[in-house]
């Protein structure tokens, strides 16, 4: 099965939401952010997504950085390697993380990049989107932190729409 990393800043909102919601389709799926702090717990506006749609807050594995399981964490090289697919909410996040994993760029997109060649591409491997990723100028996931519930519930819908694309094209 295909193992997904999704990336955020903080490791707190977008990146586990997205995890959950991969996970509870029956996927593998980890998180981590790219300026996060080891070890703080998921924003309460997205466990209230996450409780809203009846989808359990994923168990997100603890690390050798001292991170409990179930909080945040900074990404690093080794789990970048080893992740089959990781999916970005920014473009910023895809650049921070090639520059800590460089061999990585070949599988490594912004989540609304991926479902947009997957849609256009059905059945493409990580390496076989990454070449036709040329063109596709997807927007940015907005983080929705300082925001309202609003908002959390918009982030949501949108990475739940983009991940029905991916999962219907995935094995």
């Known amino acids: 099965m295909t ?8 490791n707190i909102c977008r990146s586990p939401l997205a ?6 389709r029956g996927f593998q799926a980890s998180s981590a952010g790219v300026a996060a702090r ?3 717990p998921m924003h309460e506006l997205s466990l209230a997504e ?12 603890g690390d050798s950085s001292g991170s409990q399981p179930g909080t945040s964490r900074l990404a690093t090289a080794r ?3 080893e992740a089959d697919v990781v999916l970005c909410m920014e473009a910023e996040h895809r650049a921070a993380l090639t520059r800590i994993a460089p061999a990585a760029i070949a599988k490594t997109f912004t989540l609304p990049e ?3 060649i997957l849609r256009d591409h059905p059945g493409s491997t990580p390496r076989e989107a990454h070449r ?10 907005a983080d929705p932190i300082g925001g309202t519930a609003e908002d959390f519930k918009e982030c949501a819908d949108r990475i739940d729409a983009l991940l029905d694309v991916i999962g219907q094209h995935m094995a």
Request: glycine share 6%; with cysteine; charged share 25%.
């Open 79 to 81: 789990e970048i390697r």
């Open 132 to 141: 036709k990723r040329r063109g596709y100028q997807e927007s940015d996931i």
């Open 19 to 24: 995890e959950a919601l991969w996970r509870h």
């Open 50 to 61: 996450l409780r809203r749609r009846g989808v359990p807050a994923a168990p997100q594995s």
């Open 38 to 40: 080891n070890g703080l």
């Open 114 to 116: 991926y479902a947009a």
């Open 3 to 10: 193992s997904v990393l999704f990336v955020c800043t903080a």
